[in-house]
């Protein structure tokens, strides 16, 4: 990862050592980073990443890449397009709204297998999650 605009003393790439959550958003360790001094000289910067770099999920959380994508069941067909992304603690959900109406999809792996860089996401949606009685 790379420090923009980089720093004049101190290291200008960090490897990044965890991710989480937390109520106040994400919190990121680098290593070399093991103060609170040394992490208040990075606010105010923005960090960059290659993409190969990313974890290999990251098109599956990537929300402003995800809004308005269309999602596409294995069996139903189109379900719609992706409205929200709502973050839970243990996974995903995305809001798809469409002609079954508002179907929660949980970005789980046995759901959403992958994300393509283009075209419809495919799904496998469990049985019972689409109401197939609102199809016009």
Not at 4 to 27: H, I, N, W, Y
Not at 49 to 57: G, N, V
Not at 69 to 75: G, L, N, S, Y
Request: with cysteine; net charge negative; proline share 9%.
């Amino acid at each position: 990862m790379v420090i923009v605009p980089p720093r004049l003393k101190g290291p200008r790439e960090l490897e990044v050592l965890s991710c989480s959550d937390s109520s106040t958003g994400q919190l990121v360790r680098f290593g070399r980073v093991d103060s609170i001094q040394a992490a208040s000289e990075l606010v105010g910067h923005a960090v960059l990443a290659r993409i190969r770099d990313l974890p290999e999920d990251f098109a599956l959380h990537d929300v402003p890449a995800l809004m308005g994508r269309e999602i596409e069941d294995a069996c139903l067909g189109v379900i719609g397009t992706i409205e929200e992304v709502m973050q839970g603690p243990a996974n995903d959900v995305w809001v798809v709204v469409g002609p079954y109406g508002e179907v929660l999809v949980p970005v789980v792996e046995h759901v959403v297998a992958s994300v393509p860089e283009e075209g419809p996401i495919v799904v496998s949606l469990p049985g019972g999650l689409v109401r197939t009685d609102v199809v016009p």
